[in-house]
Nanobody
């Protein structure tokens, strides 16, 4: 079965950086067949898409709130997707999840597979 294991979260001061990792296994097809994404969910809020990347890693998109601060990347040889988060703000505080999916007319769609998430807390 599909397994997604997120790691790299923690507590950081505003302006700091973190790098999240997500190891994936159990996919029906090769890992690079799937677009991948990071989502986040803050307390009392709905889960939101933060960043997505194509299977080959040659295309990305980002939520407006993180553009210019976050970078999504992937290593298909390691079945791993990353999220480099810079210039972190308190409003970035959330549980972060990785997710497999695809792109349709430039829009990312999710398959319903989720890991346990990793907590990111930005506070002074």
């Amino acid at each position: 079965q599909v397994q997604l294991v997120e790691s790299g979260g923690g507590s950081v001061q505003p302006g700091g950086s973190l790098r999240l990792s997500c190891g994936a296994s159990g996919f029906t097809f090769y890992f690079d067949t799937y677009a991948m994404s990071w989502h986040r969910q803050a307390p009392g809020k709905e889960r939101e898409l933060v960043a997505a990347i194509t299977g080959a890693g040659d295309g990305t998109n980002y939520a407006d709130s993180v553009k210019g601060r976050f970078i999504i990347s992937r290593d298909n040889a390691k079945n791993t997707v990353y999220l480099q988060m810079n210039s972190l703000k308190p409003e970035d505080t959330a549980v972060y999840y990785c997710n497999p999916g695809g792109f349709n007319s430039g829009n990312y769609f999710s398959y319903d597979y989720w890991g346990q998430g990793t907590q990111v807390t930005v506070s002074s």
